[in-house]
């Protein structure tokens, strides 16, 4: 993911996925198993995303390039505090 515009994209992809299989799931075409196993990488795709924004957007405030920043791993993303 290159820009903003890219990362925004992928997050609607990803939202429309996890609808699509909630809808499935109630329709009973997906099990509970598979389906939570897919929301929780979805979840963490998310996180992920948010997360590369989030870096991108304090590189700009600092007067840095904001395509130097990275998505970070999964247990990078999921080991942060609330």
């Known amino acids: 993911m290159s820009d903003d515009k890219s990362i925004f994209s992928r997050i609607d992809d990803l939202v429309a996925e996890e609808h699509e299989l909630r809808t499935k799931h109630a329709a009973g075409q997906v099990d509970d198993a598979d389906e939570h196993a897919r929301l929780r990488a979805l979840e963490v795709e998310l996180d992920q995303c948010w997360?590369?924004?989030?870096?991108?957007?304090?590189?700009?405030?600092?007067?840095?390039?904001?395509?130097d920043a990275a998505a970070r791993s999964s247990d990078t993303v999921e080991g942060y505090l609330n």
């Open 51 to 67: 997360d590369l924004l989030r870096q991108r957007r304090a590189k700009r405030e600092f007067g840095e390039n904001p395509d």
